[in-house]
């Protein structure tokens, strides 16, 4: 493992352990270079994913980039990051068990949507304006209002 400080080629595993849902290795290492400190999560990647976007562009997969939009919707929201963690690992769970080489991505966001509504319902309506495509507060009333109305009949 390169060391992300200064480069070095090879770096030393201090200790590792299970994360706590054990879906992955946490790895923390030490640069003999720098004597920089970093942590390495190793993950079970079961086949590669391609996902097919709305243009008919095909990209790989990036775990990293579906939590960073997750997070960019649950900013400043009081869930414990376990549980979006637990969220995320559910998603890639799902995309890999379907058998399919190539996901389109309204699966993927569909998923998404899913898992926010049962999160937080301000991640949801915010990761939903920009995946629906909102375009003035009009869209923001329907879709609210919609969902006010699905609660209100719970």
Do not use: W
Request: glycine share 8%; charged share 35%.
């Amino acid at each position: 493992m390169r060391c992300p400080f200064c480069g070095h080629e090879e770096t030393q595993v201090k200790d590792s352990r299970p994360t706590e849902d054990n879906s992955a290795i946490r790895r923390r290492r030490f640069c003999p270079g720098c004597g920089g400190r970093f942590t390495t999560f190793e993950r079970v990647q079961i086949r590669e994913i391609t996902i097919v976007k709305k243009s008919g562009r095909r990209v790989p997969f990036d775990r990293d980039k579906l939590a960073r939009s997750i997070m960019i919707a649950m900013r400043k929201r009081p869930v414990e990051p376990e549980r979006v963690e637990r969220m995320i690992s559910g998603i890639v769970r799902r995309l890999e068990s379907t058998g399919e080489s190539e996901v389109p991505s309204d699966i993927v966001g569909e998923m998404v949507m899913e898992g926010l509504a049962s999160l937080d319902s301000v991640a949801y309506v915010r990761y939903a304006s920009v995946y629906r495509n909102f375009r003035e507060a009009k869209d923001f009333e329907t879709f609210v209002g919609r969902l006010a109305g699905t609660d209100a009949n719970e």
